[in-house]
């Protein structure tokens, strides 16, 4: 086992000059093994301090976080060559700092930004033109190749990305997708921001991950200030997310039903997921559980009546919801649309370092409410959830199961009261130079924030991310030898994050 | 009589629109909503023929007449078609040939508008759309080879008019059921319906039909959902006709029936958006094949009892 890394926890505060400083080849390497003994990325980013330009790594194995930092080279050889979880990762700072992996095998903008240096441009974009600048897509030649883009602006009322197809007839051979159409800055956004705007930014970052997003913030600001939540907090922090994560299933399978013309559970599912949305607007008076949870806290509290009102509403909900499930998996013809549709093997989701619903889906059991648990779930058994075939099906069972899962968790939440002083705004102080990296099994998978301070205690690089930045390229290889008109069915299985993903 | 074949064939122009709603409203009934009015088609022909029309630059003529050429085509069609039995307006020896390449005719300008536009999108819809209909005329030749052989007659109206349809079941009964199937696949294929397309869709990859005519606006558009409305009358007035052969000879109750036969071949076909998904798109052309097996194999049987 590695032991240049230092093994830190799941939101553990650790002061900055114990992370391991090493040399480039040491971080290299060090990195690189443990990812060969089964380990995963979490963050990989640059940052700057005193205009000096570090890189920090944090990775994961089955059971513990290791982190490790180095002063950054101009160019370094790139470390996807090697292992491919660090694909994105390495794009992205070549993005954000204008470093050079060399020999990385797609070297390509992820959100088409200039870099916060103002150093000479990775790409050789001219960032006043339009995406894709100075990029040519990837082609395919051939007399019977066609190529289809679809977006960014779509048909439906969904966000902006840019899709490209080769396609041989119906057969898709390569799927490329382009991102950034919604890149608003967050990361450097929260740095000029006053506090008191941290949290309504951060939340707002995907909203459709609201609670996911602030339990991230706010576990990292207490680990920074050394003051944790309540037990009750932790409580009614994990119904929220369950909540959350059943609205957004509910959606997701009401979403795949549609896609393949069986309207039934599409219609069902869709006022169910407004059912859930409901549950949340009781517990705090927002549908998507906005400005519940805070640092050291939440801001509403779980009186026994809402605590009756959503226990009521979650008995009603629960046969409904089971119904629509069978349903949809006992229709012989929705099963043989979503059987062996867009199969993502095992083996590609290991190197594509998928996770969420996706990664289970294809046999890789990892989530966070198991491995890295914090809050209430510490003392929650969380099932392993991992189908072995990959396929459309796969996604949606997954989903299914889970909402199943929640909705006994939340239940079994709502039977003792959970006492919790609510939270206000009171100013944080952070401690200096510290560092702190938050990991919440959000609906779409592992969200993580990360947060380093300077020695004034402020913010010095706030670094964000989302599950969607590990599996987009899943959804590029689920489409691969797959009919193009079988897209918009795995693109919802798959249903990832744009402005999660463009930050 | 001309002049009551011409007032039915009005009626059935004004009447389309009004049928196809019903789909709408049997899907919203399986869905557990309450459903768009059924003059709904009415409203949005009437909202689409008050906008004005956009082109693209990059289009030519052939754009702006394949809406007018393809509503054209059915419009004559439906002069041949014999409703509730009375005799079409016009007939002669051979006429649904004719007819069914004036279908033809008028897909052909739908595509040829699909390409003309050079997007992507609709290139591959109008791929598929010629894609799939074209074992449905094969059906559809199989079908008429085995009324021809019954009858000895070929123009619709010899077989769909007054109380022909009983003689088509009084001489072979019991392959004419294939018949009707497979005609309620050409129905389904040929009107872009649901498991063979998604006309609900809003997702340019996975449409058939839709897509082809995604960037055709104002009136031109209201041409070609007019234009469908019409198309689907036909194809289910013929299985409305063969399921419900009766005729008594009084008008009043012969119309009253045939809109009741219709009223439920238009049911059949939401209840069959309904209770099922849309195939995968490779599936579809083994399920359009399926109509054809079938006449076929009913020509064979027939063949077997005619001699």
């Not at chain 1, 997708?177 to 951060?202: C, N, S, V």
């Not at chain 1, 200030?225 to 907090?233: H, K, L, M, N, P």
């Not at chain 1, 979503?338 to 889906?361: T, W, Y």
């Amino acid at each position: 086992m590695n032991t240049v890394f230092l093994k830190i926890a799941n939101g553990e505060c650790v002061e900055r000059k114990r992370i391991p400083h090493l040399a480039f080849s040491d971080f290299r390497d060090g990195a690189i093994s443990i990812v060969d003994s089964g380990g995963k990325v979490v963050q990989f980013f640059a940052y700057q301090d005193r205009g000096a330009i570090k890189m920090i790594c944090i990775l994961r194995n089955q059971k513990h976080l290791y982190v490790a930092e180095c002063d950054a080279p101009e160019r370094y050889p790139s470390f996807t060559v090697d292992k491919e979880p660090f694909h994105m990762f390495e794009r992205e700072i070549a993005e954000q700092y204008g470093i050079l992996p060399e020999g990385h095998p797609w070297l390509k903008m992820v959100r088409y930004h200039p870099n916060f240096r103002g150093v000479e441009d990775v790409f050789g974009n001219d960032y006043t033109k339009d995406i894709p600048g100075n990029y040519d897509y990837y082609q395919v030649d051939g007399q019977e190749i066609h190529e289809v883009a679809v977006g960014p602006v779509h048909a439906g009322v969904i966000e902006p990305g840019h899709f490209r197809f080769n396609c041989i007839g119906e057969r898709v051979l390569n799927l490329e997708i382009q991102l950034g159409y919604q890149h608003r800055g967050i990361e450097t956004l929260i740095l000029g921001a006053d506090q008191k705007r941290w949290p309504f930014i951060l939340e707002n970052n995907a909203g459709d991950t609201s609670v996911g997003n602030s339990l991230c913030y706010s576990q990292a600001m207490e680990a920074l200030t050394g003051r944790s939540a309540d037990e009750g907090a932790g409580i009614i922090r994990v119904i929220a997310l369950e909540l959350e994560r059943l609205s957004n299933h509910t959606g997701d399978l009401g979403a795949l039903s549609g896609d393949v013309a069986f309207l039934p559970p599409a219609n069902y599912c869709g006022r169910m997921r407004g059912d859930f949305l409901n549950m949340t607007l009781v517990l705090c008076g927002n549908r998507f559980g906005k400005c519940l949870v805070r640092p050291h806290g939440v801001r509403f509290p779980l009186t026994d009546d809402i605590r009756q009102t959503l226990q009521e509403r979650l008995a009603e909900l629960k046969p409904q919801v089971k119904h629509v499930i069978d349903l949809l998996f006992s229709t012989s013809s929705v099963m043989s649309r979503f059987e062996d549709c867009g199969v993502v093997s095992r083996d590609d989701a290991e190197h594509l370092g998928l996770v969420g619903p996706a990664g289970r889906a294809s046999g890789l059991s990892y989530d966070v409410r198991r491995d890295f648990p914090k809050e209430h779930y510490t003392s929650l058994a969380i099932p392993g959830n991992a189908k072995p075939s990959g396929d459309v099906y796969a996604r949606a069972r997954v989903r299914a199961d889970e909402m199943i899962q929640s909705m006994e968790i939340v239940e079994s939440l709502l039977k003792s009261p959970a006492n919790t002083t609510c939270v206000g705004n009171d100013p944080l102080v952070l401690s200096p130079s510290a560092f702190v990296v938050t990991l919440n099994e959000a609906w779409r998978g592992e969200l993580s924030h990360c947060v380093l301070t300077d020695e004034k205690g402020k913010i010095l690089r706030y670094k964000i991310k989302d599950p969607s930045f590990h599996n987009w390229n899943g959804l590029s290889m689920a489409l691969r030898d797959t009919g193009i008109s079988d897209f918009p069915l795995n693109n919802k299985s798959f249903n990832l994050s744009y402005c999660g993903f463009d930050l | 009589m001309m002049i009551e074949s011409i007032l039915f064939y009005v009626g059935a122009i004004i009447v389309a629109p009004f049928f196809s709603a019903v789909i709408l409203k049997v899907k919203a009934f399986f869905g557990g909503k309450k459903g768009p009015p059924l003059l709904i088609n009415y409203y949005t022909l009437i909202k689409l023929l008050k906008k004005g029309s956009v082109y693209s630059t990059s289009t030519t003529t052939i754009f702006k007449l394949g809406p007018i050429v393809s509503l054209c085509a059915v419009l004559t069609v439906l002069m041949f078609l014999p409703i509730a039995g009375v005799k079409p307006v016009f007939s002669f020896k051979g006429d649904i040939i004719f007819v069914l390449y004036l279908l033809g005719l008028g897909r052909f300008f739908t595509i040829a508008a699909a390409m003309d536009t050079a997007s992507p999108f609709e290139g591959m819809g109008a791929a598929r759309e010629a894609n799939f209909p074209i074992i449905c005329e094969a059906s559809f030749m199989m079908i008429l080879v085995l009324f021809y052989k019954m009858t000895g007659n070929f123009n619709l109206s010899s077989w769909f008019s007054d109380t022909q349809p009983m003689t088509l079941w009084q001489s072979a009964g019991s392959p004419l059921i294939f018949v009707v199937i497979s005609l309620f696949i050409i129905l389904l294929t040929e009107n872009a319906r649901v498991p063979v397309d998604d006309p609900a869709t809003h997702l340019e990859l996975t449409m058939i039909h839709e897509v082809m005519v995604l960037d055709h606006s104002g009136p031109d558009f209201a041409m070609i959902e007019f234009g469908a409305f019409m198309k689907l009358f036909f194809y289910a007035t013929l299985i409305a006709r063969l399921i419900c052969p009766f005729n008594t000879g009084h008008l009043a109750v012969d119309v009253s029936v045939f809109a009741g036969a219709i009223l439920m071949v238009y049911v059949a076909a939401g209840i069959t958006e309904s209770v099922m998904a849309r195939y995968r798109m490779d599936r579809v052309s083994k399920f359009v094949m399926t109509s054809f097996a079938l006449a076929f194999f009913a020509t064979i049987l027939t063949l077997e009892f005619i001699g």
